[in-house]
T-cell receptor, first 111, second 113 residues
């Protein structure tokens, strides 16, 4: 089955700086890569996703890049704000298959 | 609000007991997923149902079982509970299975004493 690895496990940045979280996957058949943000005690919420036919996608301060050849994808958050502090999970899936989640990155934005 | 509902929100029970967690997917979603999240841990996939049929199984213990009913709601049954089963249990739904957005419910916090 698929194996998703996520790094780093914790990340601290100063407010206004950028944050980058990286994930790798093993199954070349994976074609959908969502990112979820989870605040303490709350449900994971989808913040951005990308499909395998696209290399990059942006939504305001958030962007995701995908390198199919290297089997890795990354989340980029620019101009970080204290409210960006949360745990971020990446995931990979294929049509007709389950989602495989990374182990999470705890992001702290220091005011 | 994702449109996915879960009941109850909190559940406190004793070791050895049995509980049932309930999930109603978003209107129109056919697929339901169950996840377990222990304290400071990631999301552990338990099981997936699609239109009433079991689709995929993850790290689900034999003491746990689930089903999806004709109206598409799903129940997760946990029996012979142990202290280590204390966790947040999330249900998620999607239109179909695989490469479509999953929407998570608010979760059920289970505490086993």
């Amino acid at each position: 089955g698929e194996n998703v690895e996520q790094h780093p496990s914790t990340l601290s940045v100063q407010e206004g700086d950028s944050a980058v979280i990286k994930c790798t996957y093993s199954d070349s058949a994976s074609n959908y890569f969502p990112w979820y943000k989870q605040e303490l005690g709350k449900r994971p919420q989808l913040i951005i996703d990308i499909r395998s036919n696209v290399g990059e996608k942006k939504d305001q301060r958030i962007a995701v890049t995908l390198n199919k050849t290297a089997k890795h994808f990354s989340l980029h958050i620019t101009e970080t704000q204290p409210e960006d502090s949360a745990v971020y999970f990446c995931a990979a899936s294929t049509t007709g298959n389950q989602f495989y989640f990374g182990t999470g990155t705890s992001l702290t934005v220091i005011p | 609000d994702s449109g996915v509902t879960q009941t109850p929100k909190h559940l406190i029970t004793a070791t050895g007991q049995r509980v049932t967690l309930r999930c109603s997917p978003r209107s129109g979603d056919l697929s339901v997923y169950w996840y377990q999240q222990s304290l400071d841990q990631g999301l552990q996939f338990l099981i997936q149902y699609y239109n009433g049929e079991e689709r995929a199984k993850g790290n689900i213990l034999e003491r746990f079982s689930a089903q999806q009913f004709p109206d598409l709601h799903s129940e997760l049954n946990l029996s012979s509970l142990e202290l280590g089963d204390s966790a947040l249990y999330f249900c998620a739904s999607s239109v179909v299975d695989g490469d479509y957005e999953q929407y998570f419910g608010p979760g059920t916090r289970l505490t086993v004493t």
